[in-house]
């Protein structure tokens, strides 16, 4: 099994027996919501959409998998989103078989699949990889794998000798504490890759997630394993590798 990382999503094609493209936290409908708290922008879907596509027309995928948060708004379905996601939804299916994960945003988003489309919340397995928003507690069919996580919209933010810093999307990946998720024992430990947000106007730090973690994937990382990667695919290091400089030189 390998990963493709592709910057231009931020993306990640997952290649084993079949080839998977998985993007998560799409957070169609988020123009919408920011409205309401004094953010306008237009809607960006039309462009998102087409971001999607265009991975899928070059890469021919066997599936897209969507990790989660697909829609914005909890807990209703906002016109924006009703208004947008069929259309969205049947630019994908169109190209090529459909999956979804779903999240904590994603309350209703069933009106919008067909059934086998519809994946448990609390995860699943495809090709031998294991796949979860990352808002709930996983499934015990998941102890033992690499398991891909959306949910915390993970963003590096890199500082050089004279202070000018770097914010872009990225990817952390750690092992797993199985007992404190719950998971039944293994002999491979179970290991997350947080997936980056492809929605671009989400995105939070990467060393906050570690520090002051809130979801229960979070919770359990074992901070030790943790290593930070670029979009591309570029490792930067392990997470203390991203302290600002004044604080490593404390």
């Not at 997952?14 to 309401?36: K, M, P, Q, Y």
């Not at 190209?95 to 904590?104: C, F, S, T």
């Amino acid at each position: 099994m390998r990963i493709e990382f592709l910057a231009e999503g931020p993306a990640a094609l997952v290649v084993n027996a079949e080839r998977t493209l998985v993007i998560a936290d799409l957070h169609f409908g988020i123009e919408s919501d920011l409205a309401r708290h004094g953010w306008h922008f237009s809607s960006r879907s039309v462009e998102r959409m087409q971001r999607v596509t265009d991975l899928v027309d070059r890469l021919r995928p066997d599936r897209l998998l969507l990790l989660g948060d697909v829609k914005q708004s909890v807990p209703f379905t906002t016109r924006q989103e009703w208004r947008e996601l069929p259309e969205v939804l049947a630019a994908f299916r169109s190209r090529v078989p459909l999956l979804v994960v779903p999240g904590n945003h994603d309350p209703g988003i069933e009106r919008f699949l067909e059934p086998h489309e519809l994946a448990e919340k609390t995860g699943t397995v495809v090709d031998g990889v294991g796949y979860l928003h990352g808002h709930t507690l996983p499934a015990s069919i998941l102890a033992g794998l690499l398991v891909l996580v959306g949910h915390h919209h993970p963003l590096a933010a890199i500082q050089d000798e004279v202070g000018c810093a770097l914010r872009a999307p990225a990817y952390l990946m750690g092992e797993l504490d199985g007992a404190c998720l719950g998971l039944p024992p293994t002999e491979r430990p179970t290991r997350a890759l947080f997936v980056p947000a492809f929605n671009e106007l989400a995105g939070y730090d990467v060393r906050k997630i570690v520090a002051d973690p809130f979801s229960p994937v979070s919770r359990c990382l074992k901070k030790e394993t943790v290593e930070v990667l670029l979009a591309d695919g570029t490792l930067l290091g392990p997470i203390e590798a991203l302290a600002p400089r004044d604080e490593a030189a404390a």
